[in-house]
T-cell receptor, first 113, second 111 residues
Framework: EAQVTQNPRYLITVTGKKLTVTCSQNMNHEYMSWYRQDPGLGLRQIYY???????DKGDVPEGYKVSRKEKRNFPLILESPSPNQTSLYFC????????????FGPGTRLTVT | GENVEQHPSTLSVQEGDSAVIKCTYS??????FPWYKQELGKRPQLIIDIRSNVGEKKDQRIAVTLNKTAKHFSLHITETQPEDSAVYFCAASKWGGKLIFGQGTELSVKP
């Protein structure tokens, strides 16, 4: 089954404790992206990757890092989480061919206390 | 910077009525406009999209219209059903890249 997976789905952590949210897709998509969703603000892009070893900042990259060592994986790293990073995070991927449709993962709800 | 404004933020309709959600975008270079439906606790799912070379697209009860001159696009849902209740997001993109989302519309369809 074609899908985007994320882990963990829920995470409660404390300020300053490094964490990684994993994202994996099995559709051989080149383009992958991370968004955060906050009430009243919709979804905002954090980082994106056009292909392996190619990453770039989105609209809200501060406090986040990413890496793209393999085509299928695109982890999101919070080296020193802060309470303002409490949010719902979605990973997405798409093929760079004719379809522009982005496929979203199930989401990770992060709470930083 | 790039911006997408979406209205209304909440919409309540009776089952069988039509619902219309409107979005305005700021970047005239945007050429791809998807609409996503997000049910409570679920991921956004694409329900319909349109590219800038087309003015209207329809899929059963759902249609999207695009006015490039005015830089706005709208989602139309006819014969609404309770299962249409969800949050709907519009978005704009250049060539399928970064999606700039609207703020969302919470649609409630009352039986």
């Amino acid at each position: 089954e074609a899908q985007v997976t994320q882990n963990p789905r829920y995470l409660i952590t404390v300020t300053g404790k490094k964490l990684t949210v994993t994202c994996s897709q099995n559709m051989n998509h080149e383009y992958m992206s991370w968004y955060r969703q906050d009430p009243g603000l919709g979804l905002r892009q954090i980082y994106y990757s056009m292909n392996v070893e190619v990453t770039d900042k989105g609209d809200v990259p501060e406090g986040y890092k990413v890496s793209r060592k393999e085509k299928r994986n695109f982890p999101l790293i919070l080296e020193s989480p802060s309470p303002n990073q409490t949010s719902l995070y979605f990973c997405a991927s798409r093929d760079t061919g004719g379809s522009y449709e982005q496929y979203f993962g199930p989401g990770t709800r992060l709470t930083v206390t | 910077g790039e911006n997408v404004e979406q209205h209304p933020s909440t919409l309540s309709v009776q089952e069988g009525d039509s619902a219309v959600i409107k979005c305005t975008y700021s970047d005239s270079a945007s050429n791809y406009f998807p609409w996503y439906k997000q049910e409570l606790g679920k991921r956004p799912q694409l329900i319909i999209d349109i590219r800038s070379n087309v003015g209207e697209k329809k899929d059963q009860r759902i249609a999207v219209t695009l006015n490039k001159t005015a830089k706005h696009f709208s989602l139309h849902i006819t014969e609404t059903q309770p299962e249409d209740s969800a949050v709907y997001f519009c978005a704009a993109s250049k060539w399928g890249g970064k999606l700039i989302f609207g703020q969302g519309t919470e649609l409630s369809v009352k039986p």
